[in-house]
């Protein structure tokens, strides 16, 4: 089934087209990665798809039903979740609030009128909680105050509030961006777990070739906000005009 | 010390540690902060007001003592907006004097019984909120704050004079009648035998139920969902927004909520004095609970309250003090001192934001930390010490 689809859709800042024409379509249970040089247009991509951005002209639907028009959070609420490129937690928050603030959105929908309804009555949100910091390891920091936290973990607990939303898809803008080589290898490790684990589709962006190339079902290449390839990681190594384009010819 | 004392002693500071733990785990919990709240509301104007050695020290009055718990009403819900969810309205003003204004009007024209001017005059506030935060909140950051500030003045001038028919205009709302409580007691008269000399009047009281169930309201949003998600928006807004909430809603439910605690607050300014200022409806009571708020403590339940009573305090008692004296002496160290009270209230401010940023609660909190710090450390001490006596 197809899941996400983006139908000629375009996105112009001024006279700058940053996404030019973009078809773009994910099925379930797939994992996708976009990549490209510097200004491609990846950022904006996913920012049009989380409803951050309103796209020029075009379509993007979601298991079917178009999103556009949609809030943000409407989106998420549809079942897209994105992990952010910088550590976008709630820093004055213990580990254990950041990841209960989204398992209640997820659980309870976006909005509630329980004000005069205690916290600890809410089993299903702490649950969802809790497995969620099981999963990305942090469980045995639940209580630290994320601000404490080392910036590997600090990352960790980014892709642990984007599972906890509970989505069908979920984005990842460079989840190793800033990374140490230890930190880029476990946080490969844990989105190989989540993978195995959740059986989750995403769609990665990310500028490392060797991430993209061992976890990746297909590479989408985009060059000045078009897409120029698409493939498994074998056609797309294979592919001249991406090694001339935008690998400028390297061999990998 | 001999060892033969350190023993004894030792076991006292065990004995307690465990009361202190036991203490450390009940202080969170709801019915022992309500209940503490309660016992400190009724032994207030006591110290305050009556009390020998302390009232005379502290100059407090009765009905000072009042108007402190209602402008804490006010700072605990004002600071559910400020201190929590982050967002900075400059217009509280519009809510406080407007369910002023709307408690006194109805007394006037429908029914002065107290119980239907707090109910009344909450509802014009809670929605008044509800329309001024939908179009306040349309903006984020100082377009909010401005935005509310200028819906607050635009309800003074009209206040001021195209309503003066209902409102009395700059002369204020006079003649102001407040009924019997339940038609049978006078809110002004005293409280007979011991509940007179802690409480004083009824309408302290009357006040005092409203600010007790304030603080068990607030305390319960606080460990509600809402409290969580409030932090968050409070800690960064677009993440909660792509967690999947509805941050739009969930500020304007904060800043309804606000919105509903001025509102009582007002309603009670005006049966505390049977007469509304223009002045209630004025940026400035805006500002005032800004400062009050912060220099209380942003961001904590009891820090606003805290902050609304030195700020009460400086205002209405330390303003009347003719001479600063060295005390026991006649040495005058300054002349009309009270005179230059608005002067020392900005000196506390800026010394508090400066030293200490989350305000009074802030030093309080420190002050425990250390308190619990040495106690422990104490206890290891005389452990450690019995142990090597027991050899």
New interface residues.
């Given amino acids: 089934m197809t899941l996400l689809e983006t139908e000629n859709l375009v996105k112009e800042f001024g006279g700058l087209v940053a996404t030019d024409d973009v078809n773009l379509t994910v099925e379930e249970d797939e994992r996708v990665s976009i990549i490209g040089p510097n200004g491609a247009g990846k950022s904006t991509l996913i920012n049009l798809i989380?409803r951050r951005l309103d796209p020029t002209s075009g379509d993007i639907r979601f298991k079917g039903e178009s999103i556009v028009g949609l809030?943000?959070?409407q989106v998420?609420?549809r079942g897209v979740?994105?992990s952010?490129q910088t550590a976008?937690?709630?820093?004055?928050?213990t580990v254990r609030?950041n990841a209960?603030?989204?398992a209640?959105?997820?659980e309870?929908g976006?909005?509630?009128?329980?004000?005069?309804?205690?916290?600890?009555s809410?089993s299903d949100?702490h649950g969802v909680a809790r497995d969620t910091l099981d999963s990305v390891g942090l469980l045995d920091r639940a209580d630290t105050v994320a601000t404490d936290l080392p910036y590997g973990d600090k990352r960790r607990l980014e892709i642990g509030?984007?599972l906890?939303?509970d989505p069908d898809l979920l984005l990842m803008d460079e989840p190793t961006a800033g990374m140490s080589p230890e930190e880029t290898k476990s946080t490969v490790e844990l989105i190989e777990q989540v993978k195995r684990d959740h059986g989750l589709t995403f769609v990665l962006v990310e500028h490392d070739m060797e991430i993209v190339f061992s976890i990746s079902d297909r590479i989408v290449v985009l060059s000045r906000g078009g897409i120029i390839a698409e493939g498994t990681p074998d056609e797309i190594r294979g592919n001249e005009a991406v090694q001339e384009a935008y690998l400028g010819g390297v061999e990998l | 010390m001999s060892e033969k004392d350190a023993n004894p002693s030792a076991k006292d500071a065990l004995v307690g540690g465990s009361l202190f733990g036991r203490w450390e785990k009940l202080r969170g919990r709801e019915g022992t902060v309500v209940g503490i709240t309660a016992i400190l509301v009724a032994v207030f104007p006591y110290l305050f007001a009556r009390a020998p050695v302390v009232s005379g020290i502290l100059q407090g009055y009765q009905s000072l003592a009042t108007l402190i718990l209602i402008w804490g009403i006010f700072a605990i819900g004002f600071d559910l907006l400020l201190g929590y969810t982050g967002l900075l309205s400059f217009g509280h003003a519009a809510f406080w004097g407007g369910a002023a204004y709307a408690a006194g009007i109805v007394a006037k024209n429908v029914s002065g019984d107290p119980i239907v001017m707090v109910v009344s005059g909450t509802l014009f506030a809670v929605l008044l909120a509800w329309v001024l935060g939908f179009l306040s909140l349309r903006r984020g950051g100082i377009y909010f704050s401005i935005l509310t500030l200028a819906f607050a003045q635009m309800f003074y001038y009209m206040a001021a004079s195209p309503l003066a028919f209902l409102t009395n205009g700059e002369n204020g709302l006079t003649g102001v009648e407040v009924g019997s409580f339940l038609g049978v007691i006078h809110l002004e008269s005293d409280i007979p035998s011991v509940g007179g000399m802690l409480l004083g009047t009824w309408l302290y009281a009357f006040v005092g139920v409203f600010f007790v169930g304030a603080v068990a309201v607030a305390y319960r949003i606080l460990n509600s969902p809402y409290g969580m998600v409030f932090r968050a928006i409070r800690e960064n807004e677009q993440r909660a927004e792509f967690v999947g909430l509805n941050v739009w809603r969930y500020k304007l439910m904060a800043f309804i909520i606000s919105g509903a605690f001025a509102g009582i607050a007002g309603s009670l300014f005006t049966i505390h004095g049977a007469y509304v200022p223009l002045q209630s409806l004025f940026w400035t009571e805006s500002g005032d609970i800004v400062v009050m708020t912060v220099l209380g403590g942003a961001g904590s339940m009891f820090g606003p309250v805290l902050g609304v009573g030195l700020y009460l305090y400086i205002e209405n008692i330390v303003s009347t003090i003719q001479a600063l004296t060295i005390p026991f002496t006649d040495i005058v160290l300054i002349r009309d001192f009270g005179f230059y009270w608005h002067l020392l209230l900005g000196l506390v401010f800026v010394v508090v934001v400066w030293v200490v940023p989350d305000g009074l609660w802030g030093i309080l909190n420190r002050l425990r930390e250390l308190a619990v710090e040495f106690g422990s450390k104490a206890a290891e001490r005389l452990r450690s010490r019995s142990k090597g006596g027991g050899r």
């Fill in positions: 989380t809030e943000p959070h998420v609420q979740s994105k952010f976008s937690i709630f820093p004055d928050l609030e209960e603030i989204a209640l959105a997820s309870r976006a909005f509630g009128f329980e004000f005069l309804k205690h916290r600890d809410l949100v509030i984007a906890a939303s």
